[in-house]
T-cell receptor
Framework: AQRVTQPEKLLSVFKGAPVELKCNYS??????LFWYVQYSRQRLQLLLR??SRESIKGFTADLNKGETSFHLKKPFAQEEDSAMYYC???????????FGKGTRLHILP | ETGVTQSPTHLIKTRGQQVTLRCSSQ?????VSWYQQALGQGPQFIFQ???????GRGNFPPRFSGLQFPNYSSELNVNALELDDSALYLC???????????????FGPGTRLTVT
């Protein structure tokens, strides 16, 4: 069965330090990968997707098919990055989106 | 532009009862998806409605059913409630040309259901 794994429930990082939120998926094909974010008292929202290869709020994520990973990275953490981050995946555009369990990112001052 | 709204915000039901949750999609959107988010878990896809018809379903039993109305608002109905149905139920709307699930989903704030 297709699955998305986020190994860290909680990640604490000092402000200004690099951030890497890990995400691995289990699927042998060419999936679509996404990162969603939920800030405190806000709704779940799309942060970025691998197809667009864009940088949003300083975050980037590269799809590594060999390692079946889609880790989210930011070189310098900011306090406003504190949030819940969900990695999500789907096999193709006609398929449902499968979410990981999420990682809570806590930026320490 | 009006965002996705859900009602009620929270409710408490007894095991065996039935519940209806409501969702108003964002203006201009024609597709609605429902998710169940248990505590400590990511959202799990229940089903999707496109132009008033279900066109995708996750691993949920038939007692989870839904409707989409001509104005693209939607309802999630759950019959014979079980304790494990306690969760946050999220609705997400998007625009699709053919019912394919858009990644650009706009989520509502959710309805917190507690089953006792």
């Amino acid at each position: 069965a297709q699955r998305v794994t986020q190994p860290e429930k909680l990640l604490s990082v000092f402000k200004g330090a690099p951030v890497e939120l890990k995400c691995n998926y289990s699927y042998s094909g060419s999936p679509e990968l996404f990162w969603y974010v939920q800030y405190s008292r806000q709704r779940l929202q799309l942060l970025l997707r691998h197809i667009s290869r864009e940088s949003i709020k300083g975050f980037t994520a590269d799809l590594n098919k060999g390692e079946t990973s889609f880790h989210l990275k930011k070189p310098f953490a900011q306090e406003e990055d504190s949030a819940m981050y969900y990695c999500a995946f789907r096999r193709n555009r006609d398929d449902k989106i499968i979410f990981g369990k999420g990682t809570r990112l806590h930026i320490l001052p | 532009e009006t965002g996705v709204t859900q009602s009620p915000t929270h409710l408490i039901k007894t095991r065996g009862q039935q519940v209806t949750l409501r969702c108003s999609s964002q203006s201009g959107h024609n597709t609605v998806s429902w998710y169940q988010q248990a505590l400590g878990q990511g959202p799990q896809f229940i089903f999707q409605y496109y132009r008033e018809e279900e066109n995708g379903r996750g691993n949920f039993p038939p007692r989870f059913s839904g409707l989409q109305f001509p104005n693209y608002s939607s309802e999630l109905n759950v019959n014979a409630l079980e304790l494990d149905d306690s969760a946050l139920y999220l609705c997400a709307s998007s625009w699709g040309a053919s019912g394919s699930l858009s990644y650009e989903q706009y989520f509502g704030p959710g309805t917190r259901l507690t089953v006792t």
